[in-house]
C-alpha cells in the first residue's frame, strides 16, 4: 500500500499540473491578443494626441499667416471706388501699350455682386513678343485697380513677318471689381 499511495499524490500533482498548463495554453491568445489591441489603440492615441499638440502649436503661426493674407486681400485694395468699363479697359490698354504689345480685342462684362458692388470681367487678346508679353504681365499685376488674371493662354500669332521677331497672342480673362456704392 505505501508503493500505491505514494504514486497518487504525484499523479494528482502531475494531473494538476497538466490541467493548469492547458488552460494558461487555452486562456493565453485571447489574453495576449486583448493586450495587443490595447497596445495599438494606446499608439494610435498617442499619435493623434501628437498632430494634436502640433497643430495647437502652430496655432499662432497660423493666425499671422491669416492676418497676413487678410492684409494683402483687403476689400479696400480690391475694391475700386469709381471703376467702370471704360476706365478698365483703359488701365488695361496701357499696361499692354506701355510694354511694346497691341491689344487685338477686348470685351468687359459687368456682373453685380451686391451692396453696389460689381464684378468687372474682360477678356483681352494681345500680340506681342514674349519679353513684352512679360512686361505687360507684371504691369497688370503691379497697377491699381487691382487686376486679377483668371486665364491666360498663349498662342502663336496668325500673322507674323518672316524676318521679324517672334510673336505671340495672349488671351487672358482679368476681374476687377469696383465699389458703387456712395459712402
Do not use: C
Amino acid at each position: 500500500m505505501t508503493a500505491g499511495t505514494h504514486l497518487r499524490p504525484g499523479f494528482v500533482l502531475a494531473l494538476m499540473l497538466g490541467f493548469g498548463a492547458v488552460a494558461v495554453y487555452m486562456l493565453t491568445p485571447p489574453l495576449v491578443e486583448r493586450v495587443s489591441d490595447a497596445l495599438e489603440r494606446r499608439q494610435a492615441r498617442s499619435t493623434q494626441l501628437a498632430v494634436a499638440r502640433a497643430t495647437a502649436g502652430q496655432r499662432e503661426e497660423l493666425a499671422r499667416r491669416v492676418g497676413a493674407m487678410e492684409h494683402v486681400v483687403d476689400e479696400q485694395a480690391l475694391f475700386q471706388k469709381g471703376l467702370n468699363v471704360g476706365a478698365l479697359q483703359a488701365t488695361i490698354s496701357m499696361a499692354v501699350q506701355g510694354s511694346g504689345g497691341v491689344v487685338r480685342s477686348m470685351d468687359t462684362a459687368t456682373e453685380g455682386i451686391g451692396n453696389g458692388r460689381q464684378r468687372l470681367t474682360s477678356r483681352v487678346a494681345i500680340d506681342a513678343t514674349p519679353e513684352a508679353i512679360q512686361n505687360a504681365l507684371t504691369q497688370l499685376e503691379a497697377g491699381r485697380p487691382r487686376l486679377l488674371i483668371q486665364a491666360m493662354h498663349l498662342h502663336p500669332a496668325t500673322t507674323q513677318a518672316p524676318d521679324g521677331p517672334v510673336v505671340l497672342t495672349l488671351e487672358l480673362e482679368i476681374d476687377a471689381y469696383a465699389d458703387l456704392a456712395a459712402h
